[in-house]
């Protein structure tokens, strides 16, 4: 079993940029795939950027393409959102996301098998 907890939303002003975290714990061995998601009121669970566990394959969906960015650091067992360029359409609560392989990135949320709580991030115009 994995354990994420996401930590670094908060409420910020449009073209601000934020930082998440998501420490894992237990079997970290399972943290192969990072998946980052957000949910925003009303609407379904959305991929915003995903990474193998090397760093060397990423996915970002258009939406987000050159504004976000996931990093890890695992010998800190800790994972990276950086988003930049926030609009209020990126309002929505934040989820990391872990799963083992055999691939080097999933994209659909049911894919994943560990999640955090959430973090709530809030974009003001």
């Known amino acids: 079993q994995v ?31 990072i998946g980052w998601f957000r949910q925003a009121p009303g609407k379904g669970r959305d991929l915003v ?10 996915y970002y969906p258009d939406s987000v393409k050159g504004r976000f960015t996931v990093s890890r650091d695992n010998a800190k067992n800790t994972a990276y959102l950086q988003m930049d360029s ?26 994943y098998h560990y999640w955090g709580q959430g973090t709530q991030v809030t974009v003001s115009s």
Not at 7 to 18: W, Y
Not at 49 to 57: D, H, K, P, Q, Y
Not at 89 to 103: I, S
């Open 49 to 58: 950027g995903t990474l193998s566990r090397s760093g060397a394959t990423t």
């Open 86 to 111: 926030l609009s209020p359409e990126d309002t929505a609560v934040y989820f990391c996301a872990a799963r083992t392989g055999p691939a080097t990135y999933y994209l659909r949320e049911y894919d």
């Open 3 to 33: 354990q994420l907890v996401e930590s670094g939303g908060g409420l910020v002003h449009t073209g601000d940029s934020l930082r998440l975290s998501c420490v894992a714990s237990g079997d970290t061995s399972h943290m192969v795939v």
